[in-house]
């Protein structure tokens, strides 16, 4: 069954009701916009989990130059300076803005905002919320004020399956939910449809965040940028928890240590030692586990009895699992947790393809470069939702006659099959062979119509930008090519040159154990 909800027609479709979709809505009143989500506004998005905060230089010791140091820093030479610089110099407003749409952060008795401190900034910087609930109070807040605003349409529901596109222009949305499909038409779509962290058996992310955003932009023909760049956060909850609960950065700035189970603090000797960046500290950690050693977070000595009152909702976590911080190390490892790749876009958000904007985690601004400097993403979600509002607002809409309309949407991705291809290839230590055994098997998925192909189709993507870069760099570490580069360049692809790569590996086997 197929509607056309003809009265929305024309008005710009903004996908993904996270913190940038949210954000981007609510810039955009009082024009009328959709905003399109898949669960219910709040839900199953890893805005929704944050933990730590938002990064802004406010510190009376602090500036922009300062963040713009360590972001660069973080992001191992592959950083966009100018992108970094934008961004950190509109941070502070950001905070301010989203304090104006109702979110309350913590403050400090008598004075401003409490700023947290996390691994490789060197200031404290981070803006949170109910100690380590930052996310459900950004989301509480946004929620509420996007159901006041009365130019925001909410297709709640919903999830978007293709764009449709015309004369390589968008020119609609084709999505379905449980009463059908539908067919939005309108030449201005916004993705902001987060990570892919579900597409890995080991993430923090919620399971339903698998690239869809990335699989729409590459069908449509949008060029991605950066997408072999996965983080990993080095101590997610180890347990069978699905998604894995995060033990936040946060944690370890205020003077916890990582143990194996002799008790051994077995990174005290990495730069920085636990608050190192997060690609050396989850490296550290991966090749620990892979000892045969186990990894524990310590936070005996720093935080003691006084651990649940700084971190209530860690707390909570750990005592589902039966675990006391105050007197238990935590155990911890390595999981999916960020993407810096995504949509290739420009300053205000425009993709490759007339139409079409990105922002939040799906969209690759070149801010994070190869390893996201921790509290970065949320500021960056909220700083770009805000330009890209002003790029559609000053963009006119295209109005077509007819636009054709597709039978049905796309059948429901599902990841399943793709996760135990993905979770080794891409995982935080890679090598050609495994990357070129992992396109192969899913050339023919990516190329099929089962419930894999989109999830496929991102997943090769990924791991052909992934063989591609023969370097070590950032969150990217091959163990066939343990050096970086001298010069850092960052990637583009599109899916046809992902295909056409992905079949020539595949039609020449020997390449597959040179
Ligand atoms: C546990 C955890 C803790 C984190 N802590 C921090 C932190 O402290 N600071 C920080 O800066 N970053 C943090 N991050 C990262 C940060 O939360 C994310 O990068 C950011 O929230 C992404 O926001 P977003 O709006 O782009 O995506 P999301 O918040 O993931 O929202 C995406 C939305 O799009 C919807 N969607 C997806 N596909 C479709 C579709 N096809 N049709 C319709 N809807 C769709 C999803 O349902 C979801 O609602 C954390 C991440 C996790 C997982």
Not at 18 to 47: D, N, Q, W
Not at 331 to 354: D, I, K, T
Request: hydrophobic content about 45%; overall charge neutral; aromatic content about 4%.
């Amino acid at each position: 069954m197929s509607f056309d909800f003809r009265a929305l027609s024309g008005r710009p479709v903004i996908i993904g009701g996270g913190l940038a979709g949210l954000v981007t809505a609510l810039e955009m009143a009082p024009e009328p916009v959709v905003l399109l989500s898949a669960a219910p506004l709040g839900y199953e998005a890893s805005s929704a989990l944050a933990q730590g905060g938002l990064a802004a230089s406010i510190g009376s010791d602090d500036s922009p130059a300062l963040h713009l140091a360590d972001t660069l820093a973080a992001g191992d030479g592959l950083c966009d300076e100018v992108v970094v610089r934008r961004v950190v110099e509109a941070a502070p407003a950001a905070i301010a803005k989203l304090e104006h749409f109702g979110v309350a952060f913590d403050r400090a008795t008598g004075r401003g905002l409490h700023l947290g401190l996390e691994a490789a900034h060197s200031r404290r910087r981070i803006v949170h919320a109910a100690g380590a609930a930052t996310g459900s109070e950004l989301m509480r807040a946004l929620v509420a004020a996007v159901r006041r605003t009365v130019s925001i349409t909410v297709v709640e529901g919903f999830e978007a399956r293709r764009l449709l596109v015309e004369d390589g222009t968008i020119a609609g949305v084709n999505a379905a939910g449980a009463s059908g499909d539908l067919v939005l038409a309108t030449s201005r779509v916004v993705l902001a449809t987060g990570g892919v962290g579900g597409l890995f058996r080991d993430t923090t992310n919620p399971l339903g965040c698998f690239g869809q955003g990335l699989a729409l932009a590459a069908r449509a023909g949008a060029e991605l940028a950066d997408l072999e760049f996965v983080q990993f956060h080095p101590t997610a909850l180890d347990g069978p928890q699905r998604p894995m609960r995060l033990i936040s950065e946060a944690v370890r700035g205020e003077g916890a240590i990582l143990i194996d189970e002799t008790g051994r603090r077995f990174l005290a000797d990495l730069p920085g030692a636990e608050l190192g960046t997060r690609d050396t500290v989850a490296r550290g950690v991966h090749r620990h586990l892979a000892r045969g050693h186990r990894v524990f977070l310590d936070t005996r000595a720093c935080l003691g009895a006084s651990f649940a009152g700084r971190f209530p909702t860690i707390a909570s976590y750990c005592s589902e699992a039966g675990i006391d911080p105050a007197v238990d190390p935590i155990p911890v490892r390595p999981a999916a947790h960020y993407h810096m790749g995504g949509v290739a876009v420009n300053a205000e958000g425009c993709s490759s393809v007339a139409g079409l904007w990105a922002c939040g985690e799906v969209a690759s601004t070149g801010l994070h470069g190869a390893n996201r400097l921790a509290s970065n993403s949320l500021t960056e979600a909220v700083v770009m939702a805000g330009w890209v509002a002003e790029s559609v607002a000053a963009s006119s809409s295209m109005e077509r006659k007819t636009i054709a309309i597709p039978a049905a949407a796309p059948a429901r991705a599902d990841p399943a099959l793709v996760r135990s291809i993905v979770s080794p290839a891409l995982g935080v230590l890679r090598d050609g062979e495994s990357l070129r055994d992992a396109a192969s098997t899913l050339l023919p998925l990516a190329r099929g119509s089962t419930s894999a192909a989109e999830p496929a189709a991102v997943a090769l993507i990924m791991v052909v930008a992934a063989l591609r870069r023969e370097e070590s760099r950032g969150a990217h570490c091959r163990a066939d090519f343990p050096l970086r580069s001298a010069v850092a360049r960052r990637s583009k692809i599109t899916l046809v040159e992902a295909l056409e790569t992905a079949a020539a590996i595949d039609a020449t086997p020997l390449a597959r154990s040179a």
